[in-house]
């Protein structure tokens, strides 16, 4: 019944159509430029988050049998989760909308030990939560306060990770051992694309104006804990109290390089003090941050949470099959000395090999910084380019280590996400130590040359912040806008295209057109070329340039597109423009034919019933809920 509800679904989502004025708006450019949005934003704003907490995205190609032995056996394994599915009508992705009850969070809570405060009268503090003695909490009266979206979001990822396959089960290629996560594995093999948890705009908007638009003011760590979570709260707590804590050592060395005088005693004497109170306020620095991250993790109920005594494997793990010596239960097993092997073999080369083209490009830029101080004509500013080139350099090995070590660390094939993410730590430690520091060194050790290890050091802590900062900021954009089909290599290549053809047929015409030509209109008259019309009436195209983009309405005014080239007041460059954006924003749209105006808007399909498709998220989102 299943199948016949999925492929009914498909066939009335073919079938629906825009209205004629929706059309001629929007149809043309976003019939299926939906296509290519995959992003979160995409599925956030279109449904509304109190109906749902995880979103679970499935592969295009993914058949109708998948989706239905996976549906099974969440509820037949989690019968406390409430699952829609929903179809996307121009990405053509599948997707599970979960969320809960709260009478099956407040048992999820307790299944999973998580701590709530307990009201005064009762002794106050945290404790874990208990059905049986749900009164002394606070807040237990109040559905919507209770609970964060994190905690409710955590409940039901807790469920969902705790899905276990049976003995023998199978699913088209992929074996499950006994006891083994399934959702997990379904993601690791690329059969579930993303599972993440749905931003609620409310609160957005709130730590948006009292936390990023703030300026000198503190943070709302409480806020910020409710809302992502501890670990993020301690890493951004952390940050705030690191960062107030430089003001120190900022202000003592300002004060001390306004007191230094031009003398050799003066600078040592001042070098010397600075360094001693650097020694005194480090330790002075990790002392407080230990009280206050106590501080914290007590307020937040972390302080004496146990460690896990059971770590699961990791779902990329793989081996052989093979029944364990401990527990009797099957089990994937992968040699130790094969992970050594390759350790030895291939890892510890591949690093050295990385560290020593590091050590090639740091004397090549010392080289090049020689040959400009060399030349007396350059001015003073271009000795800093080969720094700034190192500089970038660095940073840019940095991101290509990362990704080499990633993958070395996955050939390595980890147990325990543990040891994974302990060895990926120590060779990411050691690439960054000597590609940061290697220079420093070499010029402060080997060289001994310290006003050249000012220059190298300052060049070196402005450059990667501005460009680390640049990252951060300009990465999302572009990635987001990437995701949303602005910022495709098809796209820029068919602006330039056009660009190219614009100037091409503009020099055809001034080399075929004289100011003398009785054809042309004269200055005040509304005339045009022979074949000009008619061109127009057989097929009206874009006039600047010929790209193949069809005009926002065809029974317009003719004496418009008459007037020549470009309207009045219309400048050359500006049509150049309006002709690139137009191509820019249908560049990706397929051919569609025109429909015709119907008197009135089309019918759309509303089935009601048990199991009929219905649309799902908004009044008018694109979703299709079965």
């Not at 005088?261 to 001042?270: F, G, H, K, L, Y």
């Not at 360094?275 to 937040?300: D, I, P, Q, S």
């Not at 001015?379 to 290509?400: H, N, S």
């Not at 049509?575 to 569609?592: A, N, T």
Request: proline share 4%; glycine share 6%; aromatic share 12%.
């Amino acid at each position: 019944m299943f199948e016949t509800v999925l492929q009914r679904g498909r066939d009335v989502w073919k079938h629906i159509t825009f209205s004629e004025p929706f059309y001629k708006l929007f149809g043309k450019r976003l019939l299926q430029a939906g296509r290519h949005i995959m992003s979160h934003k995409s599925w956030m704003k279109t449904v509304p988050t109190e109906n749902c907490d995880v979103l679970m995205t499935f592969a295009d190609s993914i058949d109708d049998h998948t989706l239905l032995w996976l549906l099974n056996h969440i509820r037949l394994g989690i019968p406390e989760l409430i699952i829609q599915i929903r179809h996307h009508k121009h990405t053509r992705v599948y997707a599970f909308f979960v969320t809960a009850t709260y009478e099956n969070l407040l048992r999820g809570a307790e299944e999973m030990g998580l701590r709530k405060a307990v009201k005064h009268e009762f002794g106050g503090g945290t404790r874990n939560f208990s059905c049986e003695e749900d009164y002394i909490y606070e807040n237990i009266e109040s559905e919507l306060c209770f609970f964060t979206s994190q905690e409710r979001q955590s409940i039901i990822k807790y469920w969902m990770d705790n899905l276990r396959a049976k003995h023998g089960e199978v699913l088209h290629n992929i074996n499950f051992l006994e006891g083994q996560p399934i959702i997990p594995e379904l993601s690791a093999r690329g059969v579930i694309q993303q599972v993440f948890p749905l931003h609620e705009q409310r609160i957005l908007s709130q730590l948006m104006k009292s936390w990023v638009q703030a300026v000198c003011e503190k943070q709302p760590l409480d806020d910020i804990c409710d809302y992502f979570g501890v670990k993020i709260a301690m890493y951004f707590a952390w940050l705030g109290f690191y960062t107030t804590s430089m003001l120190y050592p900022a202000v003592i060395g300002f004060v001390l390089w306004m007191l230094t005088e031009s003398d050799q005693t003066s600078r040592d004497i001042c070098c010397v003090v600075f360094a001693l109170f650097n020694v005194v306020w480090a330790t002075l620095f990790l002392e407080r941050w230990k009280r206050r991250g106590a501080e914290l993790a007590f307020k937040w109920g972390t302080l004496d949470t146990p460690s896990e005594s059971l770590e699961e494997p990791r779902p990329q793990f793989r081996g052989v099959k093979r029944c364990s010596p401990i527990t009797g239960c099957e089990e994937f097993y992968y040699p130790p000395w094969r992970r050594r092997v390759f350790r030895w073999l291939v890892s510890l080369p591949i690093c050295i090999l990385c560290l020593c083209f590091v050590f090639l490009v740091m004397l090549i830029c010392f080289e090049l910084q020689e040959f400009v101080m060399g030349i007396k004509e350059m001015p003073r500013l271009a000795r800093f380019i080969p720094k700034i080139m190192l500089a970038i350099t660095v940073t840019a090995c940095d991101e290509v280590y990362r990704k080499i070590a990633c993958w070395l660390n996955d050939m390595e094939n980890y147990r325990l996400q543990s040891a994974y993410e302990k060895n990926l730590i120590i060779k990411m430690v050691l690439f960054q130590f000597v590609n940061s520091y290697l220079s420093l060194f070499y010029i402060g050790f080997y060289l001994k040359d310290m006003e050249r290890l000012k220059e190298m050091l300052a060049t070196l802590l402005i450059i990667r912040q501005f460009l680390q900062n640049v990252k951060e900021v300009l990465q999302p954009y572009l990635y987001e806008r990437h995701k949303l089909g602005e910022l495709t290599l098809r796209a820029l290549w068919d602006l330039l295209i056009s660009v190219l053809l614009k100037y091409a047929r503009l020099a055809a015409g001034k080399a075929q057109v004289s100011p003398t030509d009785p054809a042309m209109p004269g200055p005040g008259l509304r005339g045009t070329r022979p074949g000009f019309r008619h061109l127009d009436r057989r097929e009206k195209k874009c006039l600047n340039g010929g790209c193949g983009v069809l005009d926002e309405e065809e029974g317009g005014e003719k004496d418009e597109a008459d007037s020549g080239r470009f309207s009045e007041g219309e400048t050359e460059e500006e049509s150049l423009l309006d002709c690139g954006l137009k191509l820019r924003k249908v560049s990706f749209i397929e051919k569609v034919d025109r429909r015709p105006v119907c008197s009135g808007l089309p019918h759309r399909p509303q089935l009601h019933g048990r199991g009929e498709p219905h649309y799902g998220g908004e009044r008018n989102g694109p979703f299709l809920c079965i």
